[in-house]
């Protein structure tokens, strides 16, 4: 008996130090950094799979994040963790892809910049308890829209 191939994802990430805004704290912290990288690494393995057609492929590189809020060390040493969300403030992430067909022919690539203004206008899906809620909100609208995934 043979199993259908699962469609796979992959997600690599560029050097995050380099990145505009990828952090927890206003202080940098490369620990935070390494798990806001597993995270979103799993969040998007998880969300995209399930679009693809099997037993097709996606590679994802992340290439720049600049995380909704911002730090404002100014307010003083009790604001470090706090990021504050305006309007100007917006999440962007910058990524490259490729998807890719069983035989392993590139089918679509591309660079994307993703990117939402009216982010705190939005009725989000995400726990608004979770840090990453308004990145995993651009990853997953994204993941839904990009042609030549399989609607769901």
Do not use: N
């Amino acid at each position: 008996m043979t199993t259908a191939a699962a469609a796979v994802v992959v997600v690599t990430w560029l050097a995050t130090a380099q990145f505009t805004d990828f952090k927890m704290r206003c202080s940098t912290d490369g620990a935070g950094a390494e798990r806001l990288q597993a995270e979103l690494t799993s969040f998007i393995e998880k969300q995209a799979a399930p679009h693809l057609r099997a037993p097709g492929s996606l590679e994802i590189t992340v290439v720049d994040v600049d995380m909704a809020g911002e730090f404002e060390p100014w307010r003083g040493p009790q604001f470090c963790d706090t990021r504050v969300m305006r309007e100007s403030y917006a999440p962007r992430i910058r990524l490259r892809f490729r998807l890719m067909d069983g035989a392993g022919h590139v089918v679509k690539s591309g660079e994307r910049e993703l990117a939402d203004a009216l982010y705190l206008m939005k009725s989000r899906t995400v726990a608004q308890s979770d840090p990453l809620r308004y990145e995993k909100q651009l990853l997953r609208d994204w993941i839904r829209s990009e042609p030549g995934a399989r609607s769901r």
